[in-house]
């Protein structure tokens, strides 16, 4: 069996935890990216024009940044990625990535485009210290779903393109010696530790880590590691699951927390789109007599603790407006729009209970990821 699912694969998860493949590594840390693709009228844009941001509209403490990408001189693809083990309990990723495009610079830059495609989902970015142990008795795991890209780059296509011919070979191997054990299967983790795969993630290892404490960690971190020796770079730093960095609303905001929407920007029709104007552009879709592909373990911990610790964070964190929490007469209530649904998988990773599990919906429903 090879699992090649992608970035938080449900069986992939499941096996992981089941035989400690993660043993003696660091936990796998992810970012959000919300991506939108934009034409132009001929001739509009310089096709290549590449544009990288850090800073604005994130804070000090969140990783992250902004990408712009000139496809064509017609189409340009632009988007924010946002760390997931970010302290503000009320981060919203669309709404930032809304703010961003408010900027001046970058508000010019789409002045004479429309928005054609939305698509969000999680991106694995631990790097080299949070590849888990990828081959066992009957399988191997390829591409995302083993965290193989490269975070300082944001790139993974090809080493998942690798991993995959990487798996062949070692199952061509297997199948002419009969043997599928976990010996055998081991020349697939030998084979990527000697090939490019190895090479980008071991140079890049500390990447991540280095902004583990916010956007100004890092000199002090390589300051930190240069005064212990040569050898502290390869040491394994420590880190915790993204959703463990979340605070509660009153260590982060003190006796009062203010009112999300003080900072989430207007919908305009055309730079800021509110979330569900935003999803009729990602082409989701599922059939809507089916159970929920989102279980949440125990919703009376939405109503009772999270409301008053985190303030339902899941209203922020899913870019999709899935998450709602509804005034009745007894209280508020969680209600669960499946059908919104983009699959980023953002809700399994970020909820600060670890109660959300996304599972895969009836019929192969879902975003259409035409350009994105």
Same mark, same amino acid.
């Given at each position: 069996?090879?699992?090649?699912?992608?970035?938080?694969?449900?069986? =992939?998860? =499941?096996?992981?935890?089941?035989?400690? /493949?993660?043993?003696?590594?660091?936990?796998?840390?992810?970012?959000?990216?919300?991506?939108?693709?934009?034409?132009?009228?001929?001739?509009?844009? %310089?096709?290549?024009?590449? +544009?990288? %941001?850090?800073?604005? !509209?994130?804070?000090?403490?969140?990783?992250?940044?902004?990408?712009?990408?000139?496809?064509?001189?017609?189409?340009?693809?632009?988007?924010?990625?946002?760390?997931?083990?970010?302290?503000?309990?009320?981060?919203?990723?669309?709404?930032?990535?809304?703010?961003?495009?408010?900027?001046?610079?970058?508000?010019?830059?789409?002045?004479?485009?429309?928005?054609?495609? +939305?698509?969000?989902?999680?991106?694995?970015?631990?790097?080299?210290?949070?590849?888990?142990?990828?081959?066992?008795?009957?399988?191997?795991?390829?591409?995302?779903?083993?965290?193989?890209?490269?975070?300082?780059?944001?790139?993974?296509?090809?080493?998942?393109?690798?991993?995959?011919? /990487?798996?062949?070979?070692?199952?061509?191997?297997? /199948?002419?010696?009969?043997?599928?054990?976990?010996?055998?299967?081991?020349?697939?983790?030998?084979?990527?530790?000697?090939?490019?795969?190895?090479?980008?993630?071991?140079?890049?290892?500390?990447?991540?880590?280095?902004? #583990?404490?916010?956007?100004?960690?890092?000199?002090?971190?390589?300051?930190?590691?240069?005064?212990?020796? !040569?050898?502290?770079?390869?040491?394994?730093?420590?880190?915790?699951?993204?959703?463990?960095?979340?605070?509660?609303? %009153?260590?982060?905001?003190?006796?009062?927390?203010?009112?999300?929407?003080?900072?989430?920007?207007?919908?305009?029709?055309?730079?800021?789109?509110?979330?569900?104007?935003?999803?009729?552009?990602?082409? =989701?879709?599922?059939?809507?007599?089916?159970?929920?592909?989102?279980?949440?373990?125990?919703?009376?911990?939405?109503? =009772?603790?999270?409301?008053?610790?985190?303030?339902?964070?899941?209203?922020?964190?899913?870019?999709?407006?899935?998450?709602?929490?509804?005034? #009745?007469?007894?209280?508020?209530?969680?209600?669960?729009?499946?059908?919104?649904?983009?699959?980023?998988?953002?809700?399994?990773?970020?909820?600060? +209970?670890?109660?959300?599990?996304?599972?895969?919906?009836?019929?192969?429903?879902?975003?259409?990821?035409?350009?994105?």
């Amino acid at each position: 069996t090879v699992l090649g699912e992608g970035v938080r694969g449900s069986l =992939t998860k =499941t096996l992981i935890s089941k035989l400690k /493949l993660d043993d003696n590594r660091n936990p796998q840390t992810y970012t959000t990216g919300v991506k939108e693709l934009w034409e132009f009228p001929s001739g509009t844009l %310089t096709p290549g024009a590449v +544009y990288h %941001t850090m800073g604005f !509209p994130l804070d000090r403490q969140t990783f992250g940044g902004g990408f712009i990408y000139n496809l064509s001189d017609t189409l340009m693809a632009i988007g924010l990625v946002v760390g997931l083990n970010y302290r503000n309990p009320f981060t919203e990723p669309q709404a930032l990535f809304s703010q961003m495009k408010t900027n001046p610079f970058i508000a010019k830059l789409l002045e004479k485009g429309k928005m054609i495609r +939305y698509g969000a989902k999680a991106i694995p970015e631990g790097g080299y210290w949070s590849v888990p142990k990828n081959y066992g008795d009957g399988f191997l795991i390829t591409g995302d779903a083993t965290a193989f890209l490269n975070p300082a780059r944001l790139k993974g296509v090809h080493l998942a393109i690798k991993s995959g011919m /990487l798996a062949a070979e070692t199952i061509f191997a297997a /199948l002419k010696k009969g043997d599928f054990s976990d010996a055998a299967l081991s020349l697939y983790d030998q084979k990527w530790r000697s090939s490019l795969i190895y090479q980008e993630l071991y140079g890049q290892r500390n990447f991540h880590h280095m902004f #583990e404490h916010g956007v100004w960690s890092a000199p002090g971190f390589v300051a930190k590691r240069l005064l212990q020796g !040569p050898g502290a770079f390869r040491k394994r730093p420590p880190i915790i699951e993204d959703h463990l960095n979340m605070r509660k609303l %009153t260590d982060y905001f003190g006796s009062s927390a203010p009112k999300p929407e003080q900072w989430r920007p207007k919908p305009d029709g055309k730079l800021v789109m509110n979330k569900l104007d935003a999803v009729y552009f990602s082409g =989701t879709h599922h059939e809507e007599d089916q159970p929920s592909h989102l279980v949440v373990g125990d919703t009376e911990i939405c109503t =009772t603790k999270c409301i008053s610790e985190y303030g339902n964070p899941c209203q922020f964190f899913c870019p999709a407006q899935v998450y709602e929490m509804e005034d #009745e007469a007894t209280g508020r209530s969680l209600k669960i729009n499946a059908s919104n649904c983009v699959h980023c998988k953002t809700c399994d990773i970020a909820d600060p +209970y670890g109660i959300i599990t996304w599972v895969t919906p009836e019929g192969g429903g879902g975003p259409k990821y035409d350009g994105l």
